[in-house]
């Protein structure tokens, strides 16, 4: 039997991505609208936060707070008081630049890309930080997205959207360095386009396909397809694993770019969807401040 996919909140967001479970709630951002939000499942009361500029990612830190990933820089916010403060900056970045995808690996480093909003092919970059720093771990980069780490730490998972692919990484968890770079799953163009993902205990891969109404798994060793959930909305953005026992997958779609005849053929479109595929994910490591 086909795994299927429910909506939970009919959020009708132009952008909606980052989903992250946290303190028992799911959380995600509107990434053109610049909001976090915090939607509780049990009663489907979701609640926003205006951060004051594009928003790509935001991640929950071990003090209780937020980084986020505006524009041009990596910021905090205090999710009680909404009180914001910056922690880094892009050096001299170009106008049409922004931040979009992120995680934090097994040791609670901060890993995010860049993109250029026309998506300009090879402008944005691949940064770790550390502290204050935003240090480039490569470039040539077109729509920097879906990242996640294997169980054990030794591997990346990192798609550049406009190849078609996830690729690969061996990474040193000590120094925090991927290294060794290879395709592992190549998608055709009536596949849709790879976006954000997430990785299960087992180490396999859940990849939301923009363009491609769905979310397909895939060996995190083989590349192999293992299953697919259909999403009634073409651009699907992301997903991760949440809920009391990590169970569930928690899907994020949008609308951007859509004129009224494609919004009114996917009324569901920019909504969040939950599925249960039968495996447990991982929690988020927190980052460390």
Not at 196 to 207: F, K, Q, R, S, V
Request: hydrophobic fraction near 35%; include cysteine; glycine fraction near 12%.
């Amino acid at each position: 039997m086909s795994l299927r996919a429910e909506l939970i909140c009919d959020a009708k967001a132009e952008l909606a991505e980052g989903p992250v479970w946290h303190d028992d709630a799911f959380w995600w951002v509107n990434i053109n609208v610049g909001t976090l939000n915090r939607l509780d499942v049990r009663t489907g009361l979701n609640t926003s936060r205006a951060t004051g500029d594009f928003l790509g990612v935001a991640v929950p830190d071990d003090q209780g707070g937020w980084l986020l990933a505006r524009r041009h820089e990596i910021a905090r916010l205090d999710w009680a008081t909404g009180k914001i403060s910056s922690l880094a900056k892009l050096q001299n970045p170009e106008p049409h630049l922004r931040f979009n995808d992120g995680k934090c690996d097994p040791r609670g480093r901060f890993f995010v890309g860049t993109m250029h909003r026309n998506v300009a092919r090879e402008r944005g970059a691949f940064y770790r930080l550390d502290g204050s720093k935003l240090e480039t771990l490569f470039g040539g980069v077109t729509v920097s997205n879906g990242l996640d780490w294997s169980p054990d730490g030794t591997r990346i998972y990192y798609t550049d959207t406009l190849t078609g692919r996830v690729d690969v990484f061996d990474y040193d968890l000590a120094s925090g360095t991927p290294s060794g770079r290879r395709p592992l799953v190549q998608l055709s163009p009536n596949q849709g386009w790879p976006d954000g993902l997430c990785t299960d205990a087992h180490g396999n891969l859940w990849l939301a396909l923009w363009d491609g109404g769905a979310v397909e798994c895939f060996d995190g060793r083989t590349g192999k397809s293992l299953e697919r959930i259909p999403i009634p909305a073409r651009r699907v953005s992301s997903c991760c694993f949440g809920g009391e026992k990590f169970d569930r997958l928690f899907i994020t779609t949008a609308w951007e770019d859509y004129d009224k005849a494609a919004r009114d053929a996917e009324p569901q479109a920019g909504g969040i969807f939950v599925a249960e595929p039968g495996v447990r994910g991982q929690a988020p490591t927190l980052a460390k401040i």
